[in-house]
């Protein structure tokens, strides 16, 4: 599956920050489109904001309402990343093949209707951190790595965790509506919740999720996951769909953030449980 990033708003010719007039820039301010220097620019889950945006969305929230920030690194996200490669490792020890035709583990611990139908319940969470070679792994985690801090820096490491957990879920309900007799592997899924999420997220604090470009990213994702044979459609869409209802919960701005992180790991639940549901009585 391949990505492509679009996390800074640069154009073609460069200009003078509006705050700066003697430092010359390419990057605009997500918000207000101003030219903007490296002093001046603010990251937020996806591209940058000028000092005064920022400064703006925080006066018209009241406390209560702020999209509270974490100030702590991504350990949430680092600890994904390395759980995946860790796992993909054990893969590669278990049967060299692993590198370039996918884990051994997946037998086990992929994503496989009967057997969850069996009682093999783990696989609905293991699947998401098993992979399908060196190229799969490379460009989810590539990904993960470029969504997952400046998400995890907004809602903090809890509700980021809930997040990613819904998606998880999410998409792997969605592979089981759609193909539950395949054998499914992959972080894809809960990725695409991660940008579901940015999505509604960038709503939340004004910017418009067209022009930062995050939209278009996800619409050329899918265009690959229906393109391309052998990717999962439920998966991806699944993903997606779980991201976009848990931002709506997480990115709620008078929904106090214990509750929102309570309220997102329910979805998960209910996505597991129907995860469970679908695959005893597959369509």
Known sequence: MRYRSQTLNVTSQLTTCYRHPGRETGVRCQRCERPICSACMVPAPVGVQCVECVRQTRVRATPGQAL???????IVT???IG?????????VLAGPAAILNGSPLARQFGLFGPAVAGGEWWRLITSGFLHSGLIHIGLNMFVLYILGPGLERVLGPLRFIALYAA?????????LLLSPAALTVGASGAIFALMGATIIGQRA?????????????????LVFTVAVPGISIGGHLGGLAGGL???????????????????????????????????????
């Open 68 to 74: 509270r920030r974490y100030t702590g690194g991504p």
């Open 78 to 80: 680092y600890s994904i």
């Open 83 to 91: 759980i995946n490669v860790a796992v993909w490792l054990l893969g």
């Open 167 to 175: 998606g998880l879920t999410a998409a792997s309900l969605g592979a």
């Open 205 to 221: 604090t004004g910017i418009n999720p067209w022009r930062s470009g995050i939209i278009g990213w996800v619409i050329i994702n």
């Open 245 to 283: 209802l848990a931002g709506l919960v997480l990115f709620r701005p008078r929904l106090r953030p214990a509750l929102a992180a309570l309220a997102c790991f329910g979805l998960a639940a209910g996505f597991f449980v129907a995860g469970m549901w679908m695959a005893a009585n597959p369509r």
